[in-house]
């Protein structure tokens, strides 16, 4: 198949050399010259302009979003609707918020466009092992692209799947990525446990063993056990835990419906509590304690 893939980044470079890799003709635009050349060394084709880019696909022309999620997708989608024609396809591969997504594909099929989301799961390790997609959308169309679905994924029958229609791929995806926020801070909590107890454990030792017959086996296991043989004392390392949006979109709508959600919740906060180098908040929980009980302050 042939398409445009806007967005070379990590992600975006990855899947279109998986894509070339499995025979798949892909043109690549990026505001990046240093991502367009990189790409032109994997048998992707660089264009230098949506305009360009779009001309060079046949109809009907199908074009991969790999961009951060926001303002810029709207940006993109605004400036290629002039380009495309009846039928044409978009794909939104980032992480946007799903009621944006529903939102767009109403806008965009009263122009006869279609609109594909696609939640997208694997990051670095993707060109290696392969995509977990969750697809959103019209079925005749998610068909249509079955191909490249089938090429981005571990294996053709394995890790992808249509969910739904418009909005609910990065749902899916979304509160993906919130179950994520959970099992990295059930992670992290017992490690940091094992740490300050006085067996001398070897953490990463531990984490392989955990690996092969635990029930909390997993690649975010996986990946653990990398970091801590690279760095066993994680030094070099601040305590500075930052978030993408999903876990607060996640928190959000577990809210609004009525959903328990408390680790999802606790895990994003854990998040927020990392960053506060100078907590306002603590010194007058210690102020107040003072006041009540007269307890001691310690001075800072």
Not at 38 to 65: F, H, N, Q, T, Y
Not at 92 to 121: F, I, P, Q, W
Request: charged fraction near 25%.
């Amino acid at each position: 198949m042939d398409l445009a893939m806007v967005g070379l980044g990590r992600m975006g470079a990855n899947m279109a050399e998986r894509l070339v890799r499995g025979g798949h003709r892909v043109v690549g635009h990026d505001p990046s010259a240093e991502a367009m050349a990189k790409a032109a060394e994997k048998g992707i084709e660089p264009s230098d302009s949506l305009a360009a880019a779009i001309d060079a696909l046949p109809s009907p022309r199908i074009v991969w979003l790999m961009v951060p999620a926001g303002p810029l997708v709207d940006t993109l989608i605004g400036e290629l609707e002039p380009l495309l024609s009846k039928d044409d396809i978009v794909i939104d591969g980032g992480n946007s918020m799903y009621k944006d997504t529903v939102r767009r594909a109403e806008t965009l099929r009263e122009r006869h466009l279609h609109y594909v989301d696609v939640g997208t799961s694997g990051g670095v390790w993707g060109l290696q092992e392969g995509y977990s997609m969750m697809v959103g959308g019209e079925t005749p169309i998610v068909e249509s692209l079955r191909p490249l679905f089938e090429r981005l994924a571990p294996a053709a029958d394995k890790g992808w799947g249509h969910v739904g229609p418009s909005g609910s791929g990065h749902f899916t995806k979304m509160v993906h990525n919130g179950i994520e926020y959970g099992m990295m801070q059930a992670y992290a909590e017992g490690f940091a446990i094992m740490e300050r107890k006085d067996f001398d454990l070897d953490l990463h030792q531990v984490a392989e063993i955990w690996r092969h017959g635990s029930v909390v086996r997993s690649w975010l296991l996986d990946l653990t056990a990398n970091a801590l043989e690279k760095n066993p004392s994680l030094e070099g390392i601040a305590p500075f835990v930052s978030d993408s949006g999903e876990g607060r979109w996640t928190v959000a709508e577990a809210i609004e419906l009525d959903v328990s959600a408390p680790v999802i919740t606790l895990s994003l906060l854990e998040r927020l509590r990392s960053r506060e180098q100078d907590s306002y908040g603590d010194k007058l929980l210690s102020a107040m304690r003072s006041e009540f009980g007269g307890h001691a302050i310690k001075k800072g």
